[in-house]
């Protein structure tokens, strides 16, 4: 057993945002304390079971929404995962995400005084009119008073989501969202390009013609002059949609860039746990039931083959700036990454959207900006 995070699933919401595909359910009239037992057994029957004895590094509570729950349930959810989790007790990064106006002072003091020490925000943007377009329940100005609450609750490691690309979404508005979130001062951003995922409202719309996107180049112009700002302030973009202060990377993340294994707890939610990824049950009645007759929660599972792996290995570990070194994929798969993408690699260093070091493979500034052309080449190989 070598998962070393743990990913923790909260599927409620206030209000079901316009573009969100993630297992989710509105949260009135929802058994969610039945929930929450559920998922604090499918945590304990995880670690009796798998045995596992290697310190958990990192903590990600999800959702949904987690701050939906009021202070007590999320209290009994962190309890629960530090109860019967091998926690790494020094530099262990436990994080939760908050959405604006939803995490008063008390609830963030609740989670500070229990060991969570990063926080997610999702922002998306700062103009109120984009907010309300993209199904956003918090205002520009819950967003300050949040951040504001959680320094004083005694956070300092901060992240918030950005979005662009969005439908009714300017350069100005942009420019504007940039200016605002580097005036927090906080030491990680994160962001996102708008993508039309089935079964959202933005799905149906896009789909009825209601909803307008707008053109790849102007996306392309966000995105680098987002990097631009964000390097001129001292934020690396240490993977395509990741910014970080010098110490700040989320650890969390990188476990799955770099292709690690890690517990996944919740309706809906994935994990990747010796050699297998799997899913729970979607549906909350059926994975609560599920757990309540002691059967297993998992409805799929998936064991990955050696050249899965290698694939995987090559698309996530390209979306770091660090790249990926030769001697790291020699140690996991006994072999060099030229001997099974020879064609691939050649191809795209030629289209200039990769770069050979020598040692190590990354993307090129072009790269970044095309990677998902770059990382389906990692999927056609021969």
């Known amino acids: 057993m070598t998962a070393k995070a743990i990913y923790v699933h909260i599927p409620f919401c206030k209000q079901i945002c316009y573009y969100c595909d993630f297992n989710k359910f509105y949260l009135d009239n929802q058994p969610v304390d039945s929930y929450i037992e559920a998922l604090e057994s499918e945590i304990k029957d995880a670690f009796l079971i798998n045995h596992n004895r290697e310190s958990i590094k990192t903590v990600y509570i999800g959702g949904g929404t987690p701050t939906a729950l009021n202070g007590k349930q999320l209290e009994k959810v962190i309890l629960a995962v530090k109860k019967y989790a091998p926690l790494l007790s020094d530099e262990l990064e436990f994080t939760v995400e908050v959405n604006p106006g939803e995490a008063d002072l008390e609830k963030l003091k609740i989670m500070r005084k229990h060991g969570v020490n990063r926080l997610s925000i999702g922002v998306q943007s700062f103009d109120n009119n984009l907010l309300k377009k993209i199904g956003r329940s918090h205002s520009a100005e819950e967003v300050w008073k949040t ?71 102007i996306e392309a112009e966000m995105y680098e002059e987002m990097v631009s700002r964000l390097n001129r302030a001292g934020y690396e973009a240490y993977e395509i949609s990741n910014f970080a202060k010098s110490g700040f990377e989320s650890m969390h993340n990188q476990v799955y860039w770099e ?124």
């Open 147 to 217: 951040v504001k609450d959680a320094q004083k609750a005694g956070f300092e490691n901060i992240s918030i989501d950005l979005m662009f690309g969005l439908p009714g979404q300017t350069s100005e508005i942009w420019q504007n969202t940039i200016t605002n979130a580097l005036k927090l001062n906080i030491p990680h951003i994160s962001a996102y390009s708008l993508k039309i995922e089935e079964k959202t409202m933005f799905y149906n719309w896009y789909r009825q013609g209601k909803l307008r996107t707008l053109p790849e180049d």
């Open 259 to 382: 292709n690690k294994e890690y517990f996944g707890f919740g309706a809906g939610a994935h994990g990747y746990l010796n050699g297998v990824r799997y899913s729970n049950i979607a549906p909350l009645t059926h994975y609560i039931r599920a757990l309540q007759e002691k059967k297993t929660a998992v409805k799929y599972s998936h064991r990955v083959s050696k050249q899965e792996m290698m694939e995987e290995e090559m698309f996530m570990g390209l979306r770091m700036k660090k790249g990926v070194k030769e001697k790291n994929f020699k140690q996991k798969y006994g072999c060099s990454y030229f001997e099974i993408f020879s064609k691939a690699i050649q191809e795209l260093k030629d289209k200039k959207l990769l770069l050979d070091t020598g040692w190590s493979l990354h993307l090129t500034e072009s790269g970044r900006l095309l990677g998902n052309e770059v990382f389906e080449r990692f999927l056609l190989t021969e």
